[in-house]
C-alpha cells in the first residue's frame, strides 16, 4: 500500500473503512503487520491527546506483537486492521516527520554529554541533533536512557512517560526501524516537559521485577489508576525481557509508587471460586458468553478459553474487543490492558497462578465496567 493511498483514507469520512481492509485482505499474507507499519511514523506524532499521553502507538505495537506471532485468524485480523483505520481517523496527528539530519556526517564529540545537557535545559531541538547521532551510535544504549529517565516520572504520569514509551524504544528505537525517528522526537518532546537530569548510578543498577510480590498488587482495585499499576508492571517486565542483562532496570521506582497498595483478599477469593466451564467451541459461541449480562458467566468463559487454548484466546478476545468498537466510546486502555494482562497470564514466570488471573480479571472487568456491559 501506498502512503499517499494510506493518508488518503485516514483523512477521508470513513465510510470505506471496511472496503479498505476488505481490499487489503485480499492481497499478499500479512497485511495487517504492513498496515500498522505505514500507520507507526503518524502515530508516533498523536496530538489530541484524549487521555493526556500518547496511546494509539502502543496499541498498535501490541497489536502488531500479536499477529507477528500468528496469533490471529483471518476474520480477527479484518476487525482488528479496521479498528485500527477508525481509530487512526478518529484522533489528530502532528504532520512531521522526522529523519537523520543531513549534511552531518562526523559525529560531535562528546555527544551523550550533550545530548543529556540539552534535555536537562529544555532544550529539544539541539537535543534532537545530538540524540539522532546517539541513535546512529548506539541504538539500544539510548532506548534504555530515554526509559530509565521516563521511569522517574510514574507518579507524575499514571506511568505512562514509561509504559507509553517502552514498547516503541525495543521494536522501533533500539532495531532502528523506519519510524525510529519520529519516535525519537516525540518521546524527546514529551520528557522534555521534565527537564530531566542524565541517568543517575542508581538507575544502572539491575533489579529484578518482582512479578510474584507486585502483581498481586498491581492488579487489586477497579477504575483506571488501579488499570495502570498493572500495565506499568508489565512494562517494567517487558524492559527487562526485551533488554536483557546488558541495562538495569531500575524496578525501585515501580516499588515507590506503589509502595502502599496492598491485595485485595476479597477479589482474589472471587476470583479464585469463579467456576470452571466447558470452553466455548465457536467465536460465536464466545462472544455471546463475553456479553453475558452477568460478570460470572463473562469472566469463567474467559477463563476457561485460556486454560484451553491460549492462541485462540488471543484470537477472540482481540476480535470481541474489536466488536465492540464505537468512536466515542472505545478507549485505548481496553487493548493495552488486554495485551499486558495477557502477556502476564501466559508468561511471567514467578508469579503465581492466582496473581495471573487477576491481571485478566481486571482487564476484563474494565472494559465491562465502561462499556457497562453487565
Not at 522501533?172 to 522526537?185: G, K, T
Not at 543517575?200 to 483506571?224: C, F
Not at 470452571?276 to 452477568?294: I, K, W
Request: with cysteine.
Amino acid at each position: 500500500m501506498s502512503r499517499d493511498w494510506l493518508q488518503g483514507l485516514i483523512s477521508s469520512d470513513g465510510s470505506d473503512a471496511a472496503k479498505a481492509v476488505e481490499r487489503l485482505s485480499s492481497g499478499k499474507p500479512g497485511y495487517l503487520i504492513t498496515l500498522i507499519d505505514q500507520l507507526l511514523p503518524m502515530l508516533a506524532m498523536e496530538s489530541n491527546l484524549r487521555f493526556g499521553s500518547f496511546h494509539a502507538i502502543k496499541m498498535a505495537l501490541y497489536v502488531r506483537d500479536v499477529g507477528r506471532r500468528g496469533l490471529f485468524t483471518r476474520a480477527s485480523e479484518q476487525a482488528v486492521a479496521e479498528l485500527l483505520i477508525r481509530e487512526a481517523r478518529h484522533r489528530l496527528f502532528a504532520p512531521f516527520e522526522a529523519g537523520p539530519l543531513p549534511g552531518h556526517s562526523a559525529a560531535p564529540k562528546n555527544t551523550w554529554a550533550d545530548f543529556h545537557g540539552c534535555l536537562r535545559d529544555g532544550n529539544v531541538h539541539n537535543g534532537y541533533y545530538y540524540a539522532s547521532h546517539a541513535l546512529a551510535e548506539d541504538p539500544q544504549r539510548l532506548a534504555q536512557q530515554l526509559a530509565q529517565i521516563g521511569a522517574r516520572y510514574l507518579a507524575d504520569s499514571l506511568g505512562h512517560s514509561l509504559s507509553c514509551f517502552l514498547p516503541a524504544m525495543a521494536w522501533i528505537l533500539r532495531p532502528m526501524q523506519p519510524a525510529a525517528y519520529n519516535v525519537l522526537l516525540s518521546y524527546l518532546m514529551y520528557l522534555g516537559r521534565w527537564r530531566p537530569e542524565p541517568p543517575a548510578a542508581d538507575e544502572t543498577v539491575s533489579d529484578q521485577v518482582d512479578v510474584k510480590t507486585w502483581l498481586p498488587r498491581a492488579a487489586a482495585g477497579d477504575g483506571i489508576v488501579n488499570l495502570h499499576h498493572m500495565i506499568t508492571l508489565h512494562s517494567f517486565w517487558l524492559w527487562q525481557r526485551e533488554f536483557g542483562p546488558r541495562f538495569g532496570v531500575p524496578f525501585f521506582r515501580y516499588q515507590r509508587w506503589v509502595e502502599d497498595k496492598k491485595p485485595d483478599p476479597a477479589v482474589e477469593r472471587y476470583v479464585d471460586n469463579l467456576r470452571s466451564v466447558p470452553s466455548a467451541g465457536t467465536y460465536e459461541e464466545f462472544r455471546q458468553q463475553f456479553m453475558n449480562d452477568r460478570e460470572e458467566g463473562a469472566c469463567e468463559a474467559v477463563f476457561s478459553l485460556l486454560e484451553a487454548d491460549t492462541s485462540t484466546a488471543y484470537d477472540w478476545l482481540f476480535r470481541v474487543y474489536a466488536s465492540l468498537y464505537n468512536e466515542e466510546t472505545w478507549n485505548p486502555h481496553f487493548y493495552t490492558s488486554l495485551y499486558a494482562a495477557l502477556e502476564l497470564y501466559t508468561k511471567a514466570e514467578g508469579a503465581t497462578a492466582a496473581a495471573r488471573r487477576l491481571a485478566v480479571y481486571q482487564a476484563v472487568r474494565y472494559i465491562r465496567q465502561e462499556l457497562e456491559l453487565g
